[in-house]
């Protein structure tokens, strides 16, 4: 049923949109919404300091005539996706902000629990000086001191040295075994830990300007370890169960032809 209002919403907002006329005037610190130029300056801004993130055309057929052409759309590709939503959903890792906010607030996605902050402070306390460490400090201090009182002296004769024949001499703490080739490493799309090998999920990030709403879009698209494209019901699987099929849907993307691709509703 939600499946269905979604695509009736759709259709409505697509005629919307274009009977929408293009914004002129910036009106972002008033009401934080973006003219067009201001996405293309803001997306511009992004690709200099984030070089994974570039511009793409899409589509010829859905060119944007308030975009340039060759900059309708953001685009960044295989961000990992190491676990699904449902298992950081209850362990600790996951922490609701201002819950009683109007909007239902924020979720902390890597929020860690007094377990894991009690863990933490151990850390802290192991990088924290006391007197023994500074006494061993000091002395290193004055070891640096008798170094540089020693590189002060005058250098040897190298033509003597290698007359006694020391520089033929093997030391003996020498390794002298051939290093053996590091193992290959794992592909990028999944993580190794110990024995067990992590199916690592990786999506596309697609950001775009809706006219409607005048805003950034958010649109993504997920492929399993093989590069294999999702389907919609494992992309929810990434998505938490109170915003998925509601903030999280399937649409149609404005620049790109082919299947419905998870996109972050900009109502909000």
């Known amino acids: ?31 934080g919404v973006l003219t067009p130029e201001e996405f293309v300056a803001a997306g511009d801004h992004l690709v200099h300091h984030c070089p994974t993130w570039q511009w793409a055309v899409g589509d010829e ?19 990992p996706c190491y676990r699904r939503c449902k298992q950081i959903e209850y ?47 000091e002395d290193a201090d004055e070891n640096t001191q008798n170094d540089e009182e020693y590189d002060d002296e005058e250098a040897g004769d190298m033509e003597e040295f290698e007359e006694s024949g020391e520089l033929e001499r093997v030391d003996p703490a020498t390794a002298t075994k051939t290093r053996k080739p590091d193992p290959p490493k794992p592909s990028t799309s999944a993580e190794v830990d110990g024995d067990s090998v992590v199916h690592t999920r990786t999506y596309d990030l697609h950001i775009s300007y809706d006219k409607y709403y005048q805003t950034p879009r958010l649109w993504v698209v997920g492929y399993d370890e093989n590069r294999k494209p999702l389907t919609m019901e494992q992309m929810y699987e990434d998505v938490s169960q109170d915003h998925a099929k509601k903030t999280v849907t399937m649409e149609t993307h404005p620049h790109l032809p082919g299947p419905n691709m998870a996109s972050v509703h900009p109502c909000k």
């Open 1 to 31: 049923m939600q499946s269905v209002i979604n695509s009736v919403k759709g259709t409505a907002l697509g005629v919307a949109e274009y009977l929408t006329p293009i914004l002129k005037e910036s009106k972002f610190r008033e009401t």
């Open 61 to 79: 057929g859905k060119v944007k005539p308030y975009l340039p052409k060759e900059k309708q759309f953001l685009i960044t590709r295989n961000v």
């Open 91 to 137: 362990v600790g890792e996951e922490k609701i902000v201002e819950e009683d906010a109007q909007e239902g607030g924020w979720v902390e996605t890597h929020h860690y629990d007094e377990t894991n902050a009690q863990g933490l402070d151990e850390k802290v306390s192991e990088m924290t000086l006391d007197s023994s460490k500074v006494e061993n400090m």
